[in-house]
């Protein structure tokens, strides 16, 4: 069971605070001190430290620089009231995981305490990860977002299905993870699964590659060939990029799709198959289909299922989370011993657009490893086009900042939505208090 010390001064609050974390199955010991606090820090373990920011002997600063100091991977949420802001983004330097800001929604407290013991269980030092644990890491996703939590929930739900399965999301969020996934705990597990890249096949060679071929039925073919659709029998076959492939090669998957058949190139009889097809594309297929550029007979078969994997821009607040994983994993590899990461090297990584989404945060943790001397990684370690992030050419205007940017989005969101402020977070992909902090800090609100 994780144990949270809770520091507040107010007994409502505290009172509050230590139920909600208690009814979630947490251990949960209240300080009403922070000298207090920081005796149990000394004498006690925790997992993680959930106290307030203004108390009248010593202050959440203190509790987060002793904590620091006797654990410095555990992680420390301040919750601030109203007018300290300023010495929460304090926190946030000095190693606060993250903070709130009162009032606060429960279910965004519980939220952070759940990303926070997530953050402690794969970071701790004291952590060996087995070679099952690790295993299971890199067939699932790393995070806690709330879109990333539905898609763990619908992918559980249609696993043992085995229905046809369309998993849309730009390149490098992870639709191979979460084909993997779905093979894992589908009843087919002990099964082949093939990944395969349909745009990697020239036309005259797909249908041989996919199907097979016989003794003799074109130059070259020497012996009868199995296609991959037969070496799948009674597995899962992956076919990324399929919004690549050719019109040619499409209407022969969709037999396949319907009857389960097929016939190797220059053979007569039919071949029946049972495998369960997962499908990739990186485009959206429901546009592709319309323009004429794929079918939308396929489309149809293939989307019995559809699941859509949001970019890493839409969920900024498993930004930390990832790259501390990628951190300590490369860490192993490499045999480096780098700690952290400097406040403005993660500012610069949660700020960054990321096009190549989860797979280029990756590559760039790695690099940045590799060349950092220190045991913090340092905004001087990530690639040039992290640093100096403060201004972006817009098309037909000077230069802006990227807070104006932000501001003018957040503006135009908000008004989209009829000043609601749920729908407006939702919309940006952020939480509500997230929404609050910056309507606060543009002065929106």
């Known amino acids: 069971m994780e144990r949270i010390l809770v520091v507040e001064d107010d007994l409502r609050m505290r009172e509050l605070v230590t139920g909600l974390l208690q009814k979630q199955g947490y251990s949960v010991k209240a300080c009403a001190e922070g000298k207090r606090a920081l005796i149990s820090l000394k004498e006690e373990d925790f997992d993680l430290v959930v106290t307030d920011l203004k108390m009248p002997d010593l202050d959440g600063i203190d509790v987060l620089a002793f904590s620091k100091e006797t654990s410095p991977t555990r992680p420390v949420v301040v919750i601030t009231g109203y007018g300290t802001i300023e010495t929460a983004v304090r926190a946030m330097k000095l190693g606060a995981f ?20 997530e953050f402690n269980r794969l970071f701790s030092p004291g952590l060996m990860l087995s070679p099952r644990f690790e295993e299971s890491m890199q067939a699932d996703f790393v995070g806690t977002n709330k879109s990333i939590v539905e898609l763990k929930k619908m992918i559980e739900i249609i696993a043992p299905l085995d229905a046809t399965v369309l998993v849309q999301g730009e ?15 589908s009843s087919r597990n002990a099964e082949k699964f093939l990944p395969v890249n349909c745009g990697a096949f020239a036309e005259p060679l797909i249908e041989s590659e996919f199907f097979g071929h016989e003794k003799g039925s074109f130059t070259g073919a020497a012996g009868m060939k199995k296609g991959l659709f037969e070496a799948a029998h009674k597995g899962a076959i992956f076919l990324d990029e399929i919004n690549n492939s050719s019109q040619g090669f499409q209407i022969k998957l969709l037999r396949v799709l319907q009857e389960g058949i097929f016939t190797r190139v220059g053979g007569l009889e039919p071949i029946s198959v049972d495998v369960r097809v997962i499908a990739a594309s990186n485009a959206d297929l429901v546009r592709e289909a319309a ?126 939505n009829g000043g609601q402020k749920a729908r407006t977070a939702q919309a940006l992909g952020i939480s509500v208090s997230t929404l609050w902090r910056k309507l606060k800090k543009y002065s929106l609100a």
């Open 98 to 117: 993250d903070y709130m800001q009162k009032p606060f929604d429960p279910d965004e407290l519980l939220m952070l305490v759940k990303r926070a013991l």
């Open 291 to 416: 323009e004429g550029r794929f079918r939308k007979d396929l489309f149809y078969r293939l989307n019995v299922i559809s699941l859509t994997i949001p970019p890493l821009r839409e969920r900024r607040d498993d930004i930390p989370l990832l790259a501390h994983y990628f951190l300590r994993k490369y860490n192993r590899k490499f045999s480096k011993e780098v700690k952290n990461f400097r406040p403005e090297a993660l500012e610069a990584l949660v700020s960054y657009q990321w096009p190549g989404n989860v797979r280029e945060l990756e590559n760039n943790i790695a690099r940045a490893l590799i060349v950092e001397p220190g045991e913090e990684i340092a905004l001087k370690s990530l690639p040039a086009e992290m640093k100096g992030r403060k201004g972006l050419e817009v098309e037909g205007s000077s230069s802006v900042s990227i807070e104006e940017m932000e501001k003018t989005l957040i503006e135009m969101t908000l008004k989209g």
């Open 171 to 185: 390149t490098g969020t992870g639709k191979e993870l979460v084909a993997k996934l779905i093979h894992k705990l």
